[in-house]
């Protein structure tokens, strides 16, 4: 489990949080779920590197602004 407490944002009221995003990979698109949303990029790629690490590098994407607020970053999964 994620042991570092990062502060989550959420960009919005009624945040969509899905988003069909390209594996860096493949061209293919996927849906992606935002499991956290922050203010800072730093803080997104710190949770986006450990979540990689438990979930595997296939399942999270690396961070992504917010649809909603191009300042907030989104850390995205495939859900299982």
Known sequence: MFSRSLPEVLPA???????RLHKE???????FFAERYFDSKPEAFVYWEQRAKELG?????RPVPSHENPSVWAVCIVPA
């Open 57 to 61: 590098f296939e399942r999270v994407h």
């Open 13 to 19: 009221r009624g945040v969509n949080r899905w988003y």
């Open 25 to 31: 990979d493949k061209r293919q698109t996927w849906d």
